[in-house]
Antibody, heavy 121, light 107 residues
Framework: EVQLVQSGAEVKKPGESLKISCKASGYSFTNYWFGWVRQMPGKGLEWMGIIYPGDSDTIYSPSFQGQVTISADKSISTAYLQWSSLKASDTAMYYC??????????????WGQGALVTVSS | DIQMTQSPSSLSASVGDRVTITCRASQSISSYLNWYQHKPGKAPKLLIFAASSLQSGVPSRFSGSGSGTDFTLTISSLQPEDFAGYYCQQSYSIPYTFGQGTKLEIK
């Protein structure tokens, strides 16, 4: 059974760093693209970027390029989303998700449960 | 970026109703269009990929159609568990943008 299990909720102060994780199981982690989606409070879904764990090829949305870092550790089937300096506007729910075998053309077919990140002084 | 515009933004309907949600792309995206259902506090769920392919395990009352710039998601007979948010997403070019969402509420 495919499962994506995300790390827990975080409360941080502006300027702090953060790395959240998403552990995959039940499939070959290196053979599927893996992505992150943001949902700000009361807003819709935003595509942040994707990574191919097999070779770490990473594609960012221009809106998030330079703002976050997406990475993966294939030895432990885990993907990461990190910030070096959080802002209040980073407060959101963050979802990890896996694409179908043919990549984004098949959509995100499995999702993590979401991780709420709250940034407040 | 390709802009995805859904209509309506919200919709009230009754159990048993047939409902259609539309999604328009700002440029042609062929059939690179996905639909998701999202309930509060839960992860989004893929319903339809490639405009009209039903994701495994999704009830057949959900269907998708369209190509180019205009797409529709149809629920043939609303069930109580279908009241949720619905999002389209283009997977034609980066960034793979979502529509703003449609909130389907009980009348």
């Amino acid at each position: 059974e495919v499962q994506l299990v995300q790390s827990g909720a975080e409360v941080k102060k502006p300027g702090e760093s953060l790395k959240i994780s998403c552990k995959a199981s039940g499939y070959s982690f290196t053979n599927y693209w893996f992505g992150w989606v943001r949902q700000m409070p009361g807003k819709g879904l935003e595509w942040m970027g994707i990574i191919y764990p097999g070779d770490s090829d990473t594609i960012y949305s221009p809106s998030f390029q330079g703002q976050v870092t997406i990475s993966a550790d294939k030895s432990i089937s885990t993907a990461y989303l990190q910030w070096s300096s959080l802002k209040a506007s980073d407060t959101a729910m963050y979802y990890c998700a896996r694409t179908g075998i043919s990549g984004m053309a098949a959509g995100f077919d499995y999702w993590g449960q979401g991780a709420l990140v709250t940034v407040s002084s | 970026d390709i802009q995805m515009t859904q209509s309506p933004s919200s919709l009230s309907a009754s159990v048993g109703d047939r409902v259609t949600i539309t999604c328009r792309a700002s440029q042609s995206i062929s059939s690179y269009l996905n639909w998701y259902q999202h309930k509060p506090g839960k992860a989004p769920k893929l319903l339809i990929f490639a405009a009209s392919s039903l994701q495994s395990g999704v009830p057949s009352r959900f269907s998708g159609s369209g190509s180019g710039t205009d797409f529709t998601l149809t629920i043939s007979s609303l069930q109580p568990e279908d009241f949720a948010g619905y999002y389209c997403q283009q997977s034609y070019s980066i960034p793979y943008t979502f529509g703003q969402g449609t909130k389907l509420e009980i009348k």
